[in-house]
């Protein structure tokens, strides 16, 4: 099947533009991850959902950013009032919930560029 | 709170040869997960290997072993015979076994190049 799918695949937003980021995570995905990699450093973690439930949001860096499954499947990261610093890949993985040795599966990821 | 360190930001080897990529981790846990990631460029991030903590035994892939000291806290990545297509980024990532949340942390990356 499909793998994970992220849209858009580049996103350039004005200081104080509101963004939302879309990520279809592999069928059947019980959990799904969003990270944040800046530029030449490791994938940072935001938040973690178990179907609709967000059970960890330890990571997101302000109340401006917000994250949603709705229906267990797709989500949607959101960044209000974007700033500069927000610019980043913006990475979602999906797992299988501890099958697999708990290997997470990455989309290619959403590069967000603020001016 | 867990931290990976992986102290080689870039990293070269000749086609053919061996290199080892460096990572150590710092935990009080006993019970995780240990993972080598590549992530290509221009293209998405992949699972090379893993390791279960409460396993002595190394794991191997194929090209890919590691070498996984418990005690030193320390989970390094041998890549044999390298070939152009190991060329990547590779990311070393913890990840304990916890109720609520599976994440991981990521250390900050070696830049492997192989070169022809």
């Known amino acids: 099947g499909a793998g994970v799918s992220q849209s858009p695949r580049y996103k350039v937003a004005k200081r104080g533009q509101d963004v939302a980021l879309r990520c279809d995570p592999i069928?059947?995905?019980?959990?799904l991850f969003w990270y944040q990699q800046a530029l030449g450093q490791g994938p940072e973690f935001l938040t973690y959902f178990q179907n609709e439930a967000q059970l960890d949001k330890s990571g997101l860096p302000s109340d401006r950013f917000f994250a949603e499954r709705p229906e267990g499947s797709v989500s949607t990261l959101k960044i209000q009032r974007t700033q500069q610093e927000d610019s980043a890949v913006y990475l979602c993985a999906s797992s299988q919930l501890g099958g697999l040795g708990y290997e997470q599966y990455f989309g290619p990821g959403t590069r967000l560029t603020v001016t | 709170a867990q931290t990976v360190t992986q102290s080689q930001p870039e990293m070269s080897v000749q086609e053919a040869e061996t290199v080892t990529l460096s990572c150590t981790y710092d935990t009080s846990e006993n019970n995780y997960y240990l993972f080598w990631y590549k992530q290509p460029p221009s293209r998405q991030m992949i699972l090379v290997i893993r390791?279960?903590?409460?396993?002595?035994q190394n794991a191997t892939e194929n090209r890919f072993s590691v070498n996984f000291q418990k005690a030193a806290k320390s989970f390094s990545l041998k890549i044999s015979d390298s070939q152009l297509g190991d060329t990547a980024m590779y990311f070393c990532?913890?990840?304990?076994?916890?109720?609520?949340?599976?994440?991981?942390?990521f250390g900050t990356g070696t830049r492997l190049k192989v070169l022809a």
């Open positions: 990532a913890f990840m304990k076994l916890a109720s609520g949340t599976y994440k991981y942390i």
């Open positions: 390791q279960e903590a409460y396993k002595q």
């Open positions: 069928s059947g995905h019980v959990s």
